[in-house]
């Protein structure tokens, strides 16, 4: 009798494992991979409505204000679609996807699939899109490779695959094999990145780096010290590696910003970028409440190139990259705060499951540690990219921010379910 629930679940677990494997392997290496996951999952989730509302429902005091911030964002674009028509109804394609992807947390939290079919999903992935850029960067001799992404994308998503494949290392501390293969995949991961030349990824592995030194304490295992050390003294030692093209691209921002403060060249990528955020400056303090669609902020930034308040160089780029401006340039100061609730309602999360157990806690602190840095990683691209732009890199984010969240709940001991389920 005890085995039913178990024998009728396996079926779907499998299922869901599956996805939670095909999602991060299929991201860089295939061109619609991140679509068809979504897909996927959402087909899933539809099949068994009742099911997977009745796996969530307990966790609701937990999952609430992430929920709401995905919530505030969809319902920001709605209202905006219908004040401003001429912004067209696809402005709510990735609001209402990025919500979708809820269901994914849903089926994790009914078929409990093992977060080992995610973590391999994430070597798999990062393994295989190593080769795939380097292919394009040696063979084809592409300087800027970025498989069927854009080099930037491609670049910053193949960091956060390489550090959650570290998050997955320390899960695999007590087994050294499968930490070992963990630990290639996070390698290949940041030499993906490296080799896109992507700077703004860069940053990432500060911010990166500043977390572990947070939770130093709860990582006392010396095989996790020595993963850590290793992969960052790998990224600092290619700094110096002529070859990986990190010190000339580093140089070189250094140089483009001195000459667009000269007023020199302004047709280099960060002068361009301090240009854009010049002319943003100046619409967000007109414009702050409410902001400017999409369609008349280009419009905008037209008419200050025409009086020459903004160089012509910038017409050709589609945003202001950086997610904060763009976020408050087309949306105002409610468009900066569902830019932050994304951010930050995730983190909190996060942060609270680690908060409440420590590196020994078996199944929540890796995943935990993952979901930081994933959103780490994002607010960091989001510093010199619009990352949120791309319909790929926002379904990125919103599944592997779901996934992660699925697998903490999932991990929870069933006293501690219990005492949630009684809170809510």
């Known amino acids: 009798m005890n085995n039913k629930p178990l024998m009728s679940r396996e079926p779907m677990q499998v299922w869901i494992g599956f996805q939670a494997f095909l999602f991060p392997f299929l991201s860089l290496t295939t061109p619609s991979g991140i679509g068809f996951s979504s897909l996927l999952f959402l087909l899933s989730a539809l099949c068994v409505p009742r099911k997977a509302w009745a796996a969530l429902a307990p966790h609701w005091k937990e999952i609430r204000w992430v929920v709401a911030a995905f919530w505030f964002q969809f319902a920001l674009a709605a209202v905006a679609v219908m004040i401003r028509p001429e912004a067209g109804i696809d402005y709510l394609d990735k609001p209402s996807r990025m919500l979708l992807a809820l269901g994914c947390m849903a089926l994790v939290l009914l078929a409990r699939p093992p977060a080992a079919t995610l973590w391999w999903g994430v070597v798999a992935g990062s393994v295989a899109a190593l080769p795939f850029v380097a292919w394009q960067r040696i063979v084809l001799q592409i300087e800027r490779p970025g498989g069927f992404l854009n080099a ?52 990432a592995l500060a911010l990166a780096a500043l977390l572990f030194l947070s939770y130093a304490q709860l990582l006392k295992s010396r095989k996790v010290r020595l993963l850590l050390a290793g ?75 025409e009086q020459g308040t903004l160089d012509p160089a910038i017409l050709s780029l589609q945003h202001l990259h950086n997610d904060a401006l763009q976020a408050l340039a087309t949306g105002g100061v409610f468009g900066l705060l569902a830019w932050i609730g994304i951010l930050a309602a995730p983190f909190m999360f996060f942060a609270r499951q680690m908060g409440r157990v420590g590196a020994d806690a078996r199944g929540r602190f890796a995943p935990a540690l993952a979901g930081m840095l994933v959103v780490l990683c994002y607010f960091s691209f989001g510093l010199t990219e619009v990352i949120f732009w791309s319909l ?33």
């Open 152 to 203: 930037i994308t491609f670049g910053d998503l193949a960091m956060v695959l390489g550090l959650v494949a570290l998050a997955a290392a320390i899960d695999y501390r007590h087994h050294t094999g499968k930490a070992v293969l963990a630990g290639a995949g996070a390698l290949a991961g940041l030499a993906a990145c490296l080799l896109t030349g992507t700077r703004g990824a860069w940053i």
């Open 392 to 424: 790929k890199g926002s379904m990125f984010y919103a599944l592997m921010v779901f996934l992660l969240m699925g697998f903490c709940l999932a991990a929870q001991p069933a006293r501690e379910a219990k005492v949630e389920q009684r809170g809510n």
């Open 231 to 305: 992969s960052f003294t790998l990224v600092a030692a290619a700094f110096f590696v002529p070859a990986t093209g990190m010190q000339e691209r580093a140089l070189q921002g250094v140089d483009d910003v001195q000459a667009w403060v000269d007023g020199g060249n302004v047709f280099t990528n960060v002068g361009t970028r301090l240009e854009l955020w010049k002319g943003a400056a100046i619409l967000i303090e007109e414009r702050p409440l409410f902001g400017l669609d999409r369609n008349t902020l280009r419009a905008e930034i037209g008419r200050l190139v």
